[in-house]
């Protein structure tokens, strides 16, 4: 770990927003998830929750690699309990699904606790989701095609949450607890040494202010 990676990590990791989530109801093509991922990498976001009822995500070998390194993945089995979990967190719903209901995506204050429900390639969102979503907004379409790929949908939709983001100061500032954002430092700066420190139920050791390690916690006295 070199000080200048170091000094990298750190300042993404500043710019990561912990109100900002995205809720993946069974996107279970490896491409389109993947592609999800690195755009919620690209606008800071910290935690993607996802649906995945028979377990494709897990089974991706980009589950372990790539984006999801830099974005912390939570896979709910099914949608009553990604629901049960996101609301008790306090999560506002914006669905995205076309509908005589549904506003331009550009109109919603993104600025929020705001959870963006993108759908599934074929089906779209479950009626269930809909239903209980806070509001349901639409990509304008001018062309004979109805939908757009989840991946891109997804791009549009967050980045005009980066935008509104920026304008209220809300990436100036780090929004993590002082907890987390050690935590997650730590585990960026050493992921190898982080999962053994978890396996063996040990505490992180301090990093110095050039990223180095203060102690080796997988010493053997």
Same mark, same amino acid.
């Given at each position: 770990? /070199?000080?200048?990676?170091?000094?990298? &990590?750190? +300042?993404? $990791?500043?710019?990561?927003? *912990?109100? !900002?989530?995205?809720? =993946? @109801?069974?996107?279970?093509?490896?491409?389109?998830?993947?592609?999800?991922?690195?755009?919620?990498?690209?606008?800071?976001?910290?935690?993607?929750?996802?649906?995945?009822?028979?377990?494709?995500?897990?089974?991706?070998?980009?589950?372990?690699?790539?984006?999801?390194?830099?974005?912390?993945?939570?896979?709910?089995?099914?949608?009553?309990?990604?629901?049960?979990?996101?609301?008790?967190?306090?999560?506002?719903?914006?669905?995205?699904?076309?509908?005589?209901?549904?506003?331009?995506?550009?109109?919603?204050?993104? /600025?929020?606790?705001?959870?963006?429900? &993108?759908? +599934?390639? $074929?089906?779209?969102?479950? *009626?269930? !989701?809909?239903?209980? =979503? @806070?509001?349901?907004?639409?990509?304008?379409?001018?062309?004979?095609?109805?939908?757009?790929?989840?991946?891109?949908?997804?791009?549009?939709?967050?980045?005009?949450?980066?935008?509104?983001?920026?304008?209220?100061?809300?990436?100036?500032?780090?929004?993590?607890?002082?907890?987390?954002?050690?935590?997650?430092?730590?585990?960026?700066?050493?992921?190898?040494?982080?999962?053994?420190?978890?396996?063996?139920?040990?505490?992180?050791?301090?990093?110095?202010?050039?990223?180095?390690?203060?102690?080796?916690?997988?010493?053997?006295?």
């Amino acid at each position: 770990m /070199t000080p200048e990676r170091f000094e990298k &990590l750190k +300042a993404i $990791l500043l710019r990561r927003q *912990p109100d !900002l989530t995205v809720l =993946a @109801d069974d996107v279970h093509k490896s491409h389109n998830i993947a592609a999800v991922l690195r755009t919620c990498d690209a606008v800071g976001v910290y935690r993607v929750h996802a649906v995945s009822p028979r377990g494709e995500i897990r089974r991706h070998h980009m589950v372990s690699g790539g984006s999801r390194r830099w974005v912390d993945l939570v896979i709910h089995p099914d949608v009553n309990q990604a629901l049960s979990a996101m609301r008790a967190e306090g999560w506002r719903l914006i669905a995205a699904h076309p509908g005589e209901s549904s506003r331009d995506y550009r109109a919603v204050d993104y /600025t929020g606790k705001i959870a963006v429900l &993108l759908g +599934a390639e $074929l089906d779209g969102l479950t *009626p269930q !989701l809909v239903e209980v =979503a @806070d509001e349901t907004v639409a990509i304008p379409m001018e062309g004979m095609v109805g939908s757009l790929n989840v991946s891109v949908a997804a791009a549009l939709i967050l980045y005009e949450a980066q935008r509104q983001r920026r304008e209220a100061g809300l990436y100036d500032a780090c929004r993590l607890s002082r907890e987390e954002f050690e935590a997650t430092l730590f585990e960026w700066a050493y992921p190898e040494i982080a999962k053994r420190c978890r396996k063996r139920g040990i505490d992180y050791p301090l990093l110095k202010d050039d990223g180095s390690l203060s102690e080796n916690p997988l010493q053997v006295d």
